[in-house]
């Protein structure tokens, strides 16, 4: 079962409804949980607790609901060791000992950097299965290199050691590993190897060892001044205090700067570091950057490490932080195609998890643009890929290919038809399919070279609803229109640009620039003449609205809500324009008033048409509301109660 | 010695007329000249010697002339030829004054009434120019002195009422700083009219009938029956004088209270921000509003004291256009702007347009000399890219629509006439920031079409790259943009426009620049398989 599918499970959907009746304070602790907060779950953890006092032998049903309560818990947070612990309690009392081992070696995996985890199932399974020795020797081994330069390590070094005295297995191989280690306990470490090298009289080694000593030494007096400042060393919901990323921050400069050759040790701190700190991006950053320094070029391990360190931090950085993903994109990019194909194959398979984990999660249509437009070019890359030492032949039915790829993933999408085989197919959306059929079009306009393909491509996209508002699109179609500098079609665009297109009002100003620009540079006068002037001034006057190319364009910039006209047409219907929002906040943005007027009033007339006759009374509008205040438009609550998201 | 020599031989004379030809349209060396002939020349009365009147009057002349929008210059030069009796050009100053300021000058009209009153003997001729200044400035928020003149000239001159009320009526619907005074007025009068027959004077018969069921000819008893009239006058009195109270306290309050200049200061006075935003902000109100008249004499009172600025001409010029529809004035507007405006190019932009819009060719032929020629015919060297740059569109437009015939076979060798090739050249060599060199470098590949990439090329990407001009070389806008160039040739095939980017192209770009991330803009929009060749 997949996280996803962990995590939407409903842990109360089995229970009779007799228990739900009588256990109400269970059912809605867990149905009002609060994931964020850590309250929220103790007291969901309290309640199973309660809940199994009642019930000493639960029932099948009872037993599900529990563990997927902590599986859920654990999915969401697997550095919550307490949790494991307790689930791994609850596991041996359901269903005995195999079960509650096999939750602490799913806790190991899940949380591979925590001594606690680690002891415990060696524990567990050096006594209970002692005969399991390929087991516990394989454990052990993988046990020293998650944990092993774990500064407080002493208590699985003490677990290792114990169990081969035990065993009978020789144990110097072992303290000659761990006098090199600074631990917080060495010095215990070297006194023990010492008397069994006496035991055994080896004296050159024991001269070796107090040689090993004192650089150790030396190694844990360095490091002490920042082992000794850290406060929280675990994982915690509640905020971290500010201090402690900066602590940790700045113990992993002093190693990468003074130590940078005790690489275990770097990498132990880096991980205990993002046990607390496992949200903190710029940690994560800096445990990229210096696991991309470690590598040498051509070496597939080294570089797999660092695939799989990005992809561990985009999956457990909150979905806000883009700095890290797009960093990590933008690497992969660079990366690809310097190295050997397998190497290749790798970056490209990582950059495609990472594009569909990144595209679920950011809502932003800038975002989604960019990874999108990321995601084709390496998509054209990897699958279509030419270079211009191909012959032509060959390039053009590569690119043709591209371009059918692109056409029927984008069919699919508008069609509903996706069918879950194409991979661009499911990456798309509402939000990012412009970017697919911008590149669909640029292919067939500049690369395909075929113009009335293009121009049958605009006339059918132009018409969808999810490109009203797609700056590329329309940029493109700009571009196009541009090319063969249609003025009729140009300005027509101009004309619906936010009016029925809408795009930022930046790209918008930024069009009208350049429009206005261009059309100075190609036009002529007569071509004016004939569109504007003739059109507006002449004999034939038209009421409607000429977008003027030269000076409408000067209008609409920063309010593109203009169209040539409006302004004079609001005349025409007085009573309407009162009413806008424009005339009511008049003078106080934000708050409106109906101001009292005089509806008939003799203001404009000068006092000699009245020819000596008086003029009439003088009639009001709004009066009655003269001694009101005005009202305030609360436009936040407003925007939030329009847009629940 | 006589007057006349004591000045001309004054050291001090000689400085302070040195000062004023030296600095034309700084305002406080006029006034010290001016103040000094004054002085030494008081008293001034009919006796004044003809040589230094015409000293003081050719002052008054070109002070006003480089500096039209000082009203209370023209108002003293006109009291001055009204003081020495000279009636004709104290009307000629005032009327050639008035039409500077498009005839919408509270000050200039009251100080003209004023003495109108004393002089001007004709009932018709007064009142016509009462009837004018009622049109232009009658809508004025300090209008008020205005006001009671025309009704004090109005009962002094008048036999019959009639006129009298109509103008104090449509004094009281003004909304105007002492609009008060004028309901005092009129409920006097109300109280001390004696018999119904005097009512049509107030209201028309119509609405006394129609709206108050009054009937002037009533036959019952008339005074309870007047009586009762008058409350409901006071009622709609009170009603209207409410609705005005408010229209005129919310200007004062959200405006008029924080206006503190109400004049033009000359071009070395910056007036402070908060102050220049007001006059801002008052206008867009005022248009909001959209009230014709009041509209047009607000943009005159913004642009008098905001005539330096160049944001308040265009305003005006806009509204001309956008509502009134009126693109003759907006040239006007535009073109004296142009005179008192500090920074020109704005302005310009606007009224190349304007011109084009009213057809008016030949102005603008005639303006883009102009400007060209105050460069002496170097507008490249302009500081003010903008101001180059709108010159070189309009003359594009215009050249473009000159009859083709002079251009015929030459279609091929040029993309751009030779003239304005080589101003861009010029330019493009000077250009002062980023900014610009990227305006340059895209208006190229507006000028493209299906022929001339190659010109484009030769004139200008390979003009630049020969020239070494380093600005642009290690700029990696210039490479995008020179490799966009070619990739919008629809006369190449695909793939001999894609080896030339990437073989001829690419490999000229300067190492250092090679690494830059910006460098790979083109690339990963056009050619992203192409992208590991950029840093080989």
Known sequence: MSNRDILAQDALVGLDNSFIKENPVFVEGYRNIDWKDITSLNNVLKSVDDLLKIYPTPNNKIKTTVEIIFRQTLTRYPLLFGYWKKFTAIEYQFHGLEASLKTLEDATEAFPHSIDMWCDYLRVLTLNFPKETDLINKKIAKGKELIGWHFYSHPFWDLVIEYYTKNGIDVIPTYNEVVRIPLHQYAKYIGEYKKILKTKKLAAEIKKVDQLAKQNQALVGAIWPYESTLRQTYFNLTPLPEAEPQKWTKYLQYLIKNKPNKRELIESVFERSLIPCCYIESIWKMYLNWTKSLKKPQDVELLTRVLK?????????????????????????????????????????????????????????????????????????????????????????????????????????????????????????????????????????LVLKNVLQTRKYFNAFSKNEFLKTSVEFWTMYYDFEKSTKNFVKLNRFIAELGTSIFLPTDSVNKILKDYREFYLLNSTISQYRSTVVDEIEGPNKKTASIMDPVIGTLFKADNPRWAPGSAKQRRVNKVEWYKGAQYRENGHPGISTDRPQITNTIIERTSKSFRNVAPGLPTFRNLEKINQTGSYRDYYTESLKSDPK | MDKYATIINDEKFSKLTLNVTQFPKALVHWEQLLDFLLDTAAPINKTISPNVLDLITSTYDSMLFNLPYLENYHIDYALLQYKLGNISRFHQIFKRALSIFNQRSLVLWVSYLRVCNEIVLDNKQLFRLYENAETYIGLHYHSGLFWEMYLNQLTLRCSTKQRYFIVLRKALEVPMYSFSKFYAVWLKHVDEIRDLSELPLLISKEDLLNRLQIDVKFSGRRGPYLTEAKKMIKKFTKELYMVVQAQVLEMYNLYESSISTQFYTGPDTILPLQEVNTWLEYTEYITTLDISPLCHLTFQRAITTLASLDTIWIKYADWLIDVEDDYTSAKNILVTGLGLSIKKSNILQRLYSVLMRLDDLDSLENTLQTVTSSFQDSIEQSEDFELFWDYIQFQMILQNSTPKSRYEGKAEVAFLPETILSKIQYRIRHAIDNKERSTLLNAMLSLQSKENTKLIENDIFKYIIESSLTKYLNDCVFWNVYSKLIFYDNSLPYLEKRKYIVKTIWPQIPENLKTHEDIKAFALEYLPEDIGMLSK
């Not at chain 1, 990019?333 to 998890?353: C, M, P, R, T, V």
């Not at chain 1, 679920?360 to 890359?381: C, E, F, G, N, T």
């Open chain 1, 309 to 445: 360190l990005g992809q561990r931090g985009c999956r457990v950085l909150p979905d806000s932080d883009r700095d890290f993903r797009l960093s990590y994109l933008h690497y992969l990019e660079n990366e690809y195609g310097h190295l050997e194909k397998e190497s290749d194959l790798l970056i490209a398979k990582y950059f495609d998890q990472c594009i569909q984990d990144v595209i679920k999660i950011w809502a932003y249509k800038s975002d989604q643009i960019i990874v999108m437009q990321k995601y084709l070019r390496m998509l054209k890359r990897t699958k279509y890929g030419s270079s211009v030492d191909m012959s032509s032949k060959d390039v053009l039915s590569k690119q043709t290919e591209y371009s059918k790829y692109l056409k029927s993933s984008i069919d699919d999408f508008i069609g509903n038809k996706s069918d879950g085989n194409v991979e661009l197919g499911k990456l798309i959306n509402t939000t990012n399919i412009a970017v697919v059929i911008v590149e669909l079009i640029k292919m067939t306009w």
